[in-house]
């Protein structure tokens, strides 16, 4: 009895957790800022006065507000052409990745596959071992694929990170009794995966979203390799041939030297945001599935 009454006039608890609990809100708080300050920057950066960026005057707030930046950058037909490129590889690079991923995971998290073990440690072994840049790059040459938008989605297929993700969360999230019990009632397995699997699995499918997305918009090396034409460049690569230009333009001219440096350093920050827009705000839409699906799929299992 004493204990309760002792609970209910300190309902915060002891001293000790109390403080445990402000280290952990400080330590939080801290990560917060450098996370969210060199975004805060990178932003006023942006809006701000080339000169005032230079010059060490930019700290949080935009001074000298100008889209002198962004108007220069959007007006060049290379950036609506990058961005279309890379919603159509973004989209149709996830399809096949999440395709690809959940018929070869689905069935790797069956106690009943055989071989099931030695297939995970082939699987697995890839993880640690590749071909190497130069036999990839003939692989993906003798398929005729350079040049081509397949260069940036067939190899990349599966990550292998990926699908050991994926198999554990149906190991650990789908009990195999469900799906025994849907094979005696007569249950095929791909009705099983399309009526039973795939609605249970809609955190991980939304981890697996945003991962492959956000890797399909961000590419950039495997584009510089394989990618010969400037129509089919993705956007990251579009952008980083305009930074590069304007650079030159800056040291090679002797014109307006000054202002074509001003204008090369805005350029950068403003660059950095058109890119890394779409995945900011895709990212709320799967925020309430995200934690869930890496925390069940990674840990457990």
């Known amino acids: 009895m004493s204990k309760r009454v002792a609970l209910k006039r300190g309902s915060n608890g002891p001293p000790a957790d109390r403080y445990f609990d402000t280290i952990v809100y400080l330590i939080a708080a801290v990560i917060m800022i450098l996370v969210l300050y060199p975004l805060l920057f990178v932003v006023s950066a942006s809006f701000s006065d080339p000169a005032k960026v230079l010059g060490g005057e930019v700290w949080l707030l935009p001074k000298g507000f ?3 930046a962004y108007a220069n950058i959007l007006h060049n037909d290379k ?3 990058g961005f279309a490129n890379s919603i159509v590889y973004t989209t149709v690079g996830t399809i096949i990745n999440i395709a690809m991923t959940l018929l070869a995971a689905y069935p790797l998290s069956r106690p009943d596959l055989p071989l099931r ?3 995970m440690l082939i699987v697995t072994l890839t993880m640690f071992f590749s071909g190497g840049l130069i036999p990839t790059y003939l692989l993906v ?4 694929m350079v040049d081509t938008m397949w260069a940036l989605i067939i190899p990349g297929a599966i990550s292998t990170y990926n699908l ?3 198999r554990t969360y149906f190991q650990s999230s789908i009990p195999w009794e ?3 019990a849907a094979h005696v009632d007569g249950c095929s397995n791909w009705r ?3 009526s039973i699997v795939l609605p249970l699995s809609k955190p991980i499918l939304a981890v697996m979203v945003l991962f492959y997305a956000a890797g399909h918009w961000n590419l950039f090396f495997n584009a510089l390799i394989y990618i010969r034409s400037e129509e089919l460049y993705p956007l990251q690569l579009v952008l980083r041939e305009i930074l590069l230009i304007s650079q030159s333009d800056a040291v090679d001219s002797g014109v307006g030297l ?6 090369a350093e805005s350029v950068k920050y403003a660059v950095i945001i058109i890119s890394s827009l779409p995945v900011l705000i895709m990212y709320p839409f799967v925020q309430r599935h995200f934690v869930k699906g890496v925390m069940i799929g990674s840990i457990k299992g």
């Open 66 to 68: 100008t889209v002198e």
């Open 79 to 81: 950036i609506w052409t």
């Open 117 to 119: 073990k030695g297939l």
């Open 141 to 144: 040459k003798d398929l005729g």
């Open 164 to 166: 050991i993700v994926m």
């Open 178 to 180: 469900l799906q025994e």
């Open 192 to 194: 099983l995966l399309f």
């Open 258 to 263: 000054e202002d074509k440096i001003l204008l």
